[in-house]
């Protein structure tokens, strides 16, 4: 049986990641709008062809869109939605693994209900803890720390 070191050390480089996360929180909102633009779209349309029932997936479809894309991406070999890797941070587990889909969706789960509840105050968790990490990230067993680090 051997021994194997985890992949990040016990105190992770997390220097500027809060700052960072508002950024990424930025680009990945102008994304999922974008997506949800092209996929509302195709709903509208296709509405016509099934006597509106489409539309009903209408109202659900944002939430969808940000689960899902938050999911795939974070769990991704990037492991970081595009706006975290634009600002240089990833979210990885507490001993540095990348996140499994379902552990990467239900954290931007809480992401949002923590966010819709607390803003701006949900940052100030991060202020007073070392490793920088906010409520959602605890609730995942996640980390956000710099690229490479």
Same mark, same amino acid.
């Given at each position: 049986?051997?021994?194997? &070191?985890?992949?990040?050390?016990?105190?992770?480089? /997390?220097?500027?990641?809060?700052? *960072? +996360?508002?950024?990424? $929180?930025?680009?990945? $909102? #102008?994304?999922?709008? #974008?997506?949800?633009?092209? !996929?509302?779209?195709?709903?509208?349309?296709?509405?016509?062809?099934? !006597?509106?029932?489409?539309? &009903?997936?209408?109202?659900?479809?944002?939430? *969808?869109?940000? &689960?899902?894309?938050?999911?795939?991406?974070?769990?991704?070999?990037?492991?970081? %939605? #595009?706006?975290?890797?634009?600002? @240089?941070?990833?979210?990885?587990?507490?001993? @540095?693994?990348?996140? =499994?889909?379902?552990?990467?969706?239900?954290?931007?789960?809480?992401?949002?209900?923590?966010?819709?509840?607390? %803003? =701006?105050?949900?940052?100030? !968790?991060? &202020? /007073? +803890?070392?490793?920088?990490?906010?409520?959602?990230?605890?609730?995942?067993?996640?980390?956000?720390?710099? +690229?490479?680090?």
């Amino acid at each position: 049986m051997t021994n194997t &070191l985890p992949a990040y050390p016990t105190v992770p480089d /997390v220097r500027g990641v809060l700052g *960072a +996360r508002i950024g990424a $929180f930025v680009v990945d $909102f #102008i994304v999922i709008a #974008i997506l949800w633009v092209i !996929f509302s779209a195709a709903l509208i349309i296709l509405g016509f062809v099934t !006597f509106g029932l489409s539309w &009903l997936l209408l109202a659900p479809l944002f939430p *969808a869109i940000a &689960l899902i894309y938050n999911g795939l991406t974070v769990s991704g070999r990037h492991r970081g %939605t #595009i706006g975290m890797r634009t600002f @240089g941070i990833e979210l990885v587990t507490v001993n @540095g693994s990348t996140a =499994p889909f379902v552990v990467a969706a239900v954290h931007a789960l809480f992401y949002y209900v923590s966010v819709s509840m607390l %803003t =701006p105050f949900i940052l100030l !968790f991060g &202020l /007073v +803890r070392q490793d920088r990490r906010l409520i959602h990230d605890l609730l995942s067993g996640l980390i956000a720390v710099r +690229r490479g680090g």
